[in-house]
């Protein structure tokens, strides 16, 4: 399956609701620390419902442990910045879906990274600055799952 993974997250309602996302697909979470609330958090317990235990989701303490867990699969990094569309992208089983903290997105140096595949973005009106961190993960991990005929989901 697809895994998404968030690098230091900072709200705690959009955590939960990928914790929901998570197993409501079947794709696995990683988190990269720091992350910007605790697992005690109201909000993130109430955004993630009853769904915490029947998702797979993965605390790291640094970017270096995510890329030993997650790698040698393909990388997708999510930004604004990128020129390419995310639906464009021919998904595999097993790839990574990375997305940045709310406040400022994937830093320059983790785009850059010799793990990422690739960049890519999910259209927008122009003028407006970004999508929720969680409605994005959700854009994406439908289209892959959807591009592979949304294997062991009830259709």
């Known amino acids: ?6 690098y230091t997250p900072e709200i705690p309602g959009n955590t939960g609701n ?5 197993a409501i697909t079947g794709a696995e979470l990683h988190l990269v620390k720091p992350l910007g609330f605790n697992f005690e958090d109201t909000n993130l317990r ?3 419902l009853d769904y915490h235990d029947l998702a797979v989701m993965t605390v790291h303490e640094t970017l270096e442990d995510a890329w030993t867990a997650l790698t040698p699969a393909r990388v997708f990094a999510f930004t604004t910045t990128a020129s390419t569309n995310f639906a464009s992208i021919e998904y595999h089983e097993g790839d990574v879906l990375m997305f940045g903290p709310e406040s400022v997105g994937l830093p320059e140096a983790v785009q850059n990274d010799e793990h990422i595949t690739e960049r890519v ?3 927008m009106v122009p003028g407006r600055r970004s999508l929720n961190l969680a409605n994005s993960a959700s ?7 959807r591009q592979h005929g949304f294997p062991g989901g009830a259709i």
């Open 1 to 6: 399956m697809f895994k998404i993974l968030f």
């Open 18 to 22: 990928a914790i929901r996302l998570a």
């Open 46 to 48: 109430r955004a993630g």
């Open 121 to 123: 973005k999910i259209p």
């Open 139 to 145: 854009i994406a991990i439908y289209e892959a799952w």
